[in-house]
């Protein structure tokens, strides 16, 4: 199942510690190549010699303990195609999620470029910290994966959540990422998402409820298969591809369209608003004596439909989105001709439990040969896996 690939096991010192010794030999089983490297607290709990024997190599600790050319943590980084942090303790995820390398794990993480799996594992009440729980949203951020830790008893004598995770969790994770296909190596996407932001005045504007989910699953997903992503977008994520925020059409349409000729496939899942304020006022206006109040609005740019208009060949694929609350495929079908794109994702709108802010969609997929795939509801990034797979195969 891992034959020959090379797997980096971090250890740091929790009392699960112990437990890694048979995460090791099932990595073992499997035919991979393991190499140790482990905080100087973790030898507390499990020894060096025990390590040494189980990964048939030598276990990295002392960061200065040099007896190669290349510095220790280079080498390590370089030398594996995965690193699998476990069990993580609070103290070493907050310093790598702030970059603080004073020791060999965390200098080696700090350098390491490939999948980083942890598995964090504490007493509860660290678990439930606010500052270790950031940090764990930093090195979400970042692309690590986390294998969250379990509610039971815990060695410290508490009932709660911070029990590693099961050893198969990790054994197969790791499995999952490293035979993982990277079938969008090359390709480079640009996803629009969330709702445009359409200044009125210094301190109004008008925008939608969007919240940018299914734009960022689609990055996200697109990410893991290997494709370089540029996420255009209004609500503020932070991601290891790069993200492009923006406020109003006329910027998105600016981003998206310099891309215009780089890209091999762009996904337009932000809700653009359709009108803008005719006129910005560059202060904040002022209520008046009367009881109306006229807004002008000019109609915004069909970026979508630009797009298709501009692009001179079949590249780059152009995907768009259309939210209905009644008629979905009627309108979705009238859509797609209109709009000149290759495919339309409809969204029946008019349904509570799927589309705007839900983690869960519904989608039907209708292509430009007149080809029409319904979708079931599944969670937001399941749907964005089974879009790609409809494009790319
Ligand atoms: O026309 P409608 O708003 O229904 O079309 C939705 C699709 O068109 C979405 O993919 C959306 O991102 C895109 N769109 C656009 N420019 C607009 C309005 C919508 O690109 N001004």
Redesign the pocket.
């Known amino acids: 199942m891992l034959n020959g690939k090379n797997i980096l096991i971090g250890i740091t010192g929790g009392i699960a510690a112990y437990k890694i010794c048979e995460l090791i030999r099932m990595f073992k089983r499997a035919n991979a190549n393991v190499r140790v490297v482990c905080t100087p607290n973790a030898l507390n709990f499990v020894t060096k010699l025990t390590l040494q024997n189980l990964s048939q190599n030598e276990v990295g600790i002392e960061e200065f303990d040099l007896n190669e050319f290349k510095p220790e943590h280079i080498s390590y980084a370089d030398e594996a195609d995965i690193m699998v942090i476990a069990p993580a303790t609070a103290n070493t995820i907050g310093k790598i999620a702030n970059g603080i390398c004073d020791n060999l794990l965390t200098s080696i993480a700090c350098a390491f470029k490939k999948p980083v799996i942890a598995a964090p594992a504490m007493n509860c009440g660290m678990w439930e910290n606010k500052f270790v729980q950031e940090n764990i949203q930093k090195l979400k951020n970042a692309g690590y994966t986390i294998l969250e830790p379990e509610s039971g008893y815990l060695a410290c004598g508490y009932e709660g959540k911070g029990r590693l995770c099961k050893l198969e969790t990790i054994f197969d994770k790791t499995v999952e990422i490293l035979n993982s296909k990277k079938n969008l190596a090359g390709k480079k996407f640009v996803i ?1 998402c969330g709702g ?1 932001i359409e200044e009125i005045d210094s301190v109004r504007y008008i925008s939608n409820y969007s919240s940018g989910k299914m734009g960022i699953a689609l990055a996200d997903a697109a990410y893991e298969q290997g494709a370089e992503v540029i996420l255009v977008s209004t609500v503020n994520v932070e991601r290891a591809y790069k993200v492009e925020m923006v406020k109003s ?1 006329n910027e ?2 600016i981003a ?1 369209e310099k891309e215009l000729n780089n890209a091999d496939c762009i ?8 009108y803008r304020a005719k006129n910005i006022a560059d202060h904040k206006l002022k209520k008046t004596e009367s009881n109306e109040f006229t807004l002008e609005l000019v ?9 298709c208009e501009k692009r001179t060949s079949d590249k780059p694929v152009v ?6 609350s009644e008629d979905l495929i009627k ?1 979705a079908k009238e ?1 797609i001709l ?2 000149g ?1 290759d495919y ?2 409809a969204n029946d709108i008019s349904r509570k439990d799927i589309g705007f802010s839900s983690d869960f969609n519904e989608v039907t997929i209708l292509d430009k040969n007149g080809g029409i795939k319904p979708l079931q509801r599944a969670a937001k990034t399941e749907i964005a896996k089974e879009i790609l797979k409809e494009i790319y195969g």
């Open positions: 629009t445009t059409a998105m349409q998206v996904i337009m899942a932000a809700a653009v608003a359709d109609k915004n740019p069909d970026i979508l439909k630009g797009l995907v768009g989105f259309c939210a209905e309108n859509k209109k709009k794109c339309l994702i």
